[in-house]
């Protein structure tokens, strides 16, 4: 195998989101650094973990910069210090032998792994607490920084933006549209889950959420309808892969409130039994081991059957007044595929939520609070 390329230390990075265990940066080269572009909307914000981890794993060589086309069209995400998180060389690991094996390249974010100086890792660090300084950060996610003990960086498909094709008499310019990542979550209903339930497995945790989290009802609702954090895409995921279009065009108009009716019609027909999502909903079934059934919690089936059910769609959807057009370039890949951990007390997380979605009544939708959502769960109409 090819020795990993390394990143230079002159390379510049421009904070863009994060997460738990990473944050994700946009690449500025050197050469380029006049010409970047401002960072467009998207989910990254929000969800700033929800990237795959990389396809390969090679022996490191120092020695190696890496080119402009090897960053071009790339993000890089660098690991955070927390007790949970895995080196990048342990879960690449994990991803290749057990994960990767069941997709296609076409259906997933790419990365690239590559070694990161420790010097960029401080410089970044840096950054943080100016950030924080500043108030420019997160509040829950300040007071944790970089892994300084971690070599890699993973180089990842930047789905922020789109670019339009070059021909000789024309410049390539930013086509800006709607970048969105969805986390379908259960797309099956967990086994152990009563058999007249009226919530499917994702329903019931946002509605058991939401009322152990109260401020949720009272936030603004002036964001953008394109930036959906996490809990506020109030779709039922069954809707992803019903049978009938009705159902996902109903997800897609909560998703963009504010298109035109043909448009949605052209996102969710691009959506609709599209090959990823019935893909993923096999996979689901067929590793399902989960809830209060199966192996032990601390398995490696449990984490893979936990991994299909946290990853993460991107929807790249270019802008565009051709709506005949943009169904066949809207770019759908899966990510955030890293194989969940069960260590750390996660088993015991996942075993515990489902015994009070079972023991509360939040299944069976008998939960007082859950009378303003009635309907919003396939299961309830």
């Not at 990048?88 to 994960?99: I, S």
């Not at 800006?176 to 967990?190: D, N, R």
């Not at 992803?240 to 448009?263: A, C, G």
Request: hydrophobic share 35%; proline share 9%.
């Amino acid at each position: 195998m090819e020795p990993l390329p390394e990143l230079s230390p002159a390379i510049k990075l421009d904070y863009l989101a994060e997460g738990g265990a990473n944050i994700v940066y946009r690449i500025i080269l050197p050469s380029t650094e006049e010409q970047a572009l401002e960072p467009q909307p998207s989910e990254l914000p929000y969800y700033g973990s929800s990237t795959p981890p990389p396809t390969e794993i090679d022996d490191i060589n120092p020695d190696i910069d890496v080119d402009i086309n090897i960053t071009s069209g790339k993000l890089l995400r660098l690991r955070k210090n927390v007790r949970y998180g895995l080196p990048y060389h342990d879960t690449a690991h994990d991803f290749q032998t057990q994960v990767r094996p069941l997709f296609d390249d076409e259906e997933l974010v790419d990365q690239i792994m590559v070694r990161v100086p420790a010097s960029v890792i401080q410089r970044c660090n840096a950054n943080l607490h100016e950030r924080e300084r500043l108030r420019k950060r997160p509040a829950i996610r300040c007071g944790v920084y970089l892994a300084e003990d971690e070599p890699l960086g993973m180089l990842v498909t930047d789905m922020t933006t789109t670019t339009t094709a070059t021909t000789p008499s024309t410049t390539s310019v930013a086509e800006v549209g709607h970048i969105v990542e969805l986390k379908p979550k259960w797309f099956i209903q967990s086994p152990s889950a009563p058999s007249k339930a009226r919530r499917c497995r994702t329903c019931a945790l946002r509605d058991m959420k939401r009322a152990d989290s109260p401020p949720f009802n009272s936030r603004s609702s002036t964001i953008a309808p394109v930036v959906i954090p996490p809990g506020k895409a109030q779709f039922c995921p069954l809707d992803l892969t019903s049978s009938d279009k009705k159902d996902m065009q109903r997800t897609i108009r909560q998703i963009f409130p504010s298109l035109p009716p043909e448009r949605i019609d052209t996102i969710a027909g691009a959506l609709y039994q599209h090959p990823i999502l019935q893909k993923l909903l096999s996979l689901q079934r067929i590793h399902n081991d989960v809830g209060l059934n199966g192996p032990p919690s601390g398995s490696k089936e449990t984490s893979l059957s936990m991994t299909l059910r946290d990853c993460s769609i991107f929807l790249k959807i270019p802008s565009s007044t051709h709506f005949s057009n943009v169904q066949a370039r809207i770019d759908i890949r899966l990510g955030d595929l890293d194989l969940k951990s069960a260590a750390n007390g996660k088993a015991e997380y996942w075993l515990n939520i489902e015994k009070r979605l079972i023991d509360e009544g939040w299944y069976m939708g008998t939960q007082a609070s859950q009378a303003g959502t009635e309907g919003e769960c396939a299961l309830s109409r």
